[in-house]
């Protein structure tokens, strides 16, 4: 396996579009980590074994867990409606946000429309604070609790409900809730820290010097940290968190952190939509079939690295890494799926068949939501999608655009069909959507429902048909 994953990294490498990664696996007692390449292009600093990285929304799994010890206490319950504990959180709809339940915020069914707010003017205790005041302009994608739509918002919410129960500010909680019983010696929320140690700077394409370039910006808004935005990990904290959920929450320290209850409770699925780009979904983790077995998963994205994090519970193992670079998204899906596939013995198959069938015309249209227009056009068995990034202030534009997303129009995208009402963009193998991540790639037009509009589904997004 390690020889594998090693063939893996250096391919990547020699590619040119990945500057830099790190790998850690555990399977039963076994372990071992692998680095290679630059953790820091302005510097030269290689990536090491202890190299620190920010976690992006793998960070959502930490937020939860933290969560479900409040849960345990008794002070917080999973069907609370969320006002109970954030009075200051509301909507346009305030009846909608009457109905949003705790349970909501971390499986992503609260249908809040607001994926990319990304707030950076209020820093410190307050910023989470900040974010849910944003709320109160936002509408609902779909009636709670009816459909799948990744959700920023209810993790930050989360988050205040964390900050409120007890009354630290968030990073300071997540110090001494999680990270000190569980043994993650080395994790921070606290960004600054990155000064004191070895951490990663993402990397991204230079048009004009056709070559990697180190990212300008560091790491999203402190706004969004309890969605992932500020925790920052290495192999062997997340090796640590890991090996507890896979112990029934006792950590590899002797320490109690959950529950076997709660541990169970985050890997049961709570609602599925029943298309293989949006797994089934549990508390925090996407609960992905693949290779006869379940993963429980979680991707993160940070300006110009990414990380993804997967547990096999029938096989003892967890998988965590990290790495810089525009190709790093499909590195972190063929690193996993090597380990997936030497752990079980399977060969990883597409979750997807049956033969395709041709568009139906009312398909083509304007679908739009918080930060996303999308023009669908019908061309004979294909759809063509042209997607618009519209900023909701200059403060978004500016965070986006750091992040190598401009304002306005993309190229157009042609889809075409792989099996009954799902589609994928022309030219990608269908190996690609075997994985964790790259299956996110897929589309699915989904019908009006009770509770729900017509829409798209793709990346774990819903977004809603516009009305003519």
């Known amino acids: 396996m390690k020889r594998r994953l ?4 250096g391919e990547s490498l020699a590619g040119g579009a990945v500057a830099g990664a790190v790998i850690g696996v555990a399977v039963g007692d076994e372990r071992f980590t692998l680095a290679r390449g630059s953790a820091n292009l302005n510097t030269g600093q290689p990536f090491t074994e202890d190299t620190a990285w920010l976690l992006g929304s ?8 933290l969560l479900l010890r409040l849960v345990e206490r008794g002070s917080v319950d999973l069907d609370d409606p969320v006002r109970r504990h ?7 709809d305030p009846a909608a946000a009457d109905r949003i339940t705790v349970r909501m915020l971390v499986n992503h069914t609260n249908g809040i429309d607001t994926d990319g707010l990304v707030p950076s003017a209020v820093r410190g205790r307050d910023a989470h604070r900040a974010y849910v005041e944003h709320l109160r302009d936002l509408d609902v994608l779909f009636e709670p609790g009816t459909c799948i739509h990744y959700s920023n918002p209810g993790f930050v919410l989360a988050g205040r409900i964390i900050e409120e129960q007890t009354g630290l500010p968030y ?8 990270f000190e019983p569980c043994g993650m010696r080395d994790a921070t929320a606290v960004q600054t820290q990155a000064f004191l140690r070895s951490t990663a700077v993402g990397a991204f394409f230079d048009m004009e010097t056709m070559a990697l370039r ?7 808004p402190e706004s969004i940290g309890a969605a992932g935005g500020t925790p920052i990990v290495t192999v062997a904290d997340m090796l640590a968190f890991g090996r507890m959920h896979l112990n029934a929450g006792l950590a ?8 076997a209850d709660s541990v169970k409770a985050m890997l049961t699925p709570t609602f599925d939509l029943g298309i293989p780009q949006a797994p089934p979904v ?7 079939p693949i290779a006869g077995t379940t993963a429980a998963f979680h991707g993160g994205t940070s300006p110009g690295g990414n990380s993804a994090f997967t547990l096999l519970p029938e096989y003892d193992a967890v998988i965590t890494s990290f790495g810089t670079g525009p190709a790093n998204i499909l590195l972190q899906d063929r690193l996993h799926l090597a380990v997936i596939e030497e752990v079980t013995g399977r060969t990883v198959t597409p979750p997807f068949g049956g033969a395709p069938d041709r568009p139906a015309p009312g398909i083509a249209g304007e679908y739009g939501s918080f930060q996303s227009r999308v023009v669908v056009e019908v061309e004979a068995d294909a759809l063509r999608l ?12 500016a965070t986006y655009e750091a992040c190598g997303v401009p304002a306005g129009a993309a190229p157009p995208v042609t889809y075409r069909g792989l099996a009954p009402g799902l589609y994928a963009p022309e030219g990608m193998e269908a190996s690609v959507f075997s994985g964790v991540i790259g299956r996110g790639a897929l589309l699915t037009p989904l019908p009006a429902t009770a509770g729900r509009p017509a829409g798209l589904h793709s990346g774990l997004r819903f977004t809603p048909r516009r009305a003519h």
């Open 6 to 9: 090693a063939e893996v990294l």
């Open 58 to 65: 793998v960070g959502k799994i930490l937020t939860t867990t």
């Open 86 to 92: 954030v009075p200051e959180f509301t909507l346009r």
């Open 171 to 178: 990073e300071q909680a997540i110090r001494r809730e999680l």
């Open 214 to 220: 180190a990212t300008s910006l560091f790491s999203v």
């Open 252 to 259: 590899p320290n002797g320490t109690r952190v959950l529950e």
């Open 282 to 288: 549990g508390l925090g983790w996407w609960l992905e």
């Open 386 to 397: 042209t997607s618009h990034f519209e900023p909701y202030d200059d403060d978004h534009r």
